[in-house]
């Protein structure tokens, strides 16, 4: 409770940033409007991501991915396709998990390049300064011999619900209900679990990130069918409890310990490059499991989670690959978590008619910033600003209130004086590591000020 009034202030300010966003496509603004909102966002970006790939501010795909993720600034961002070099046409192979964090950490921050040599000139602190980061980098352990998926976030990983880690690709089932055993599909399914600032959000948020199966043969739609039934599963049965109040309640699920069902307020939101057209596919299963509108669906009140509806902003189109394709998704649990707003980014063919709408540093895209989006993937981004349920405020924060009972009186005068005399740090108001005139000071402004 110590300082939460003061710490509140500083997380804001660090999740503002520089930017003062008040969301305007039409000319150039594509950020957040509301700073406490979670910006989420999906992108496949086709191999661009890989240690041999050259990491430089010039006419190529790198370079067109840094500049549309700065332009974004995401709080959590999902990413497929990652780490495959063969796929790029730059290297062999695919990145290890030490390699591809490495890559991810140049993606953000920059630096030399240990694996072509020299420095990295283009990442995304470049264009956003240092107040933007995703310092939080999970590489999935599950690959299939070409990439691997990746979750960065601004806020850090922790096992939420007492499972035994806050990250993990692999997981695999023994038959039951609708799904029958298995994985989360042929290059697995990860989930991070994300503390969120406990001074802004009453609760945190389970992050889920995947690329099913590509194709359109008959075991392509099984093996995209059986991965959405057990990813279904695991966030109705391991998450939500079933509607039992425990987690994982017929023991099916296999990972390292069963815990607890999530927090009221904590969501689990859910997407990646999903390989199907809206419909009756892997992306209306995750959100729905077996009974479309029934009582087993994966949202925690067990009624059906909820696609996105994102759509170009100028254009209104929703395609996200190819021209007629919406293979990319965020599916999240309404009744946890309200979307702001939601919208798909591209830079071309979709009624962008000056250079303007494209936001910076994208628009600044070398040669003719309407290609960075063709240039950069075959895919395009789905961006959704979620609206959390906010902290409950302390009616009463300390300091001044040091005898913690919401009343501002002698206690809270005697109470301070004691810790001072005592050479208690918790007297340290002015947090200079010294105890001195200003901590008094401090404490009698924070005193006359009274409770908010």
Known sequence: MKYSSIIAGSILAC???????????????????DQTDIRIMTWNVQDGICKTNPKTDAFNNWNGIVRIIASMQPDILILQECGDNSGNGTGSGVDSIV????????????????????????YIQLF????????????????????????????????????????????????????????????GYQFAEIDLPDELYAGDVVVGNGHL????????????????????????????????????????????????????????????????????GPAEFIARAATNGGTDGTDRDQ???????????????????GNGSKLDYLIYQDS???????????????????????????????????????????????????????????PCPSPPDFADDNVLDFFDIAAFLSAFAAQDMIADITEDGQLDFFDISGFLTLFSAGCP
Not at 175 to 182: A, I, M, N, S, V
């Open 15 to 33: 999740i503002s940033g520089s930017a003062v966003a008040q969301w305007d496509p039409d000319n150039g603004d594509w950020l957040k409007s």
């Open 99 to 122: 390699d591809l964090t490495t890559v991810s950490e140049l993606l953000v921050q920059g630096g030399t390049d240990p694996f072509l040599g020299g420095a990295v000139t283009s």
């Open 128 to 187: 956003t300064g240092t107040d933007y980061d995703l310092p939080y980098i999970y590489a999935s352990e599950a690959n299939d011999g070409f990439n691997r998926n990746l979750i960065l976030s601004r806020y850090p990983f922790a096992d939420l619900n007492g499972g035994g880690g806050a990250t993990y690709s692999t997981f695999v089932l023994q038959p039951d209900e609708y799904q029958t055993g298995g994985t989360g599909g042929i290059r």
């Open 213 to 280: 199966k590509a194709g359109g043969d008959s075991s392509d739609f099984e093996q995209r069918a059986r991965a959405s039934e057990n990813i279904a599963y695991l966030i109705d049965y391991y998450y939500n409890g079933a509607g039992t109040g425990m987690s994982d309640p017929h023991s099916k699920v296999s990972l390292p310990s069963t815990g607890t069902i999530l927090a009221p307020n904590t969501p689990v939101i859910v997407g990646g490059d999903l390989n199907e057209n809206p419909g009756n």
């Open 303 to 321: 009624s059906d989670s909820t696609l996105d509806q994102a759509f170009q902003p100028i254009s209104g189109d929703i395609t996200t690959q």
């Open 336 to 394: 946890i978590v309200t979307p702001r707003r939601q919208f798909i980014f591209r830079s071309t063919g979709d009624g962008m008619t000056n250079a303007s709408q494209i936001p910076e540093p994208a628009r600044s895209f070398p040669i003719n910033p309407f290609t960075v989006s063709g240039f950069s993937s075959d895919h395009r981004p789905v961006v959704i600003d979620f609206i959390f349920e906010a902290a409950a405020v302390d």
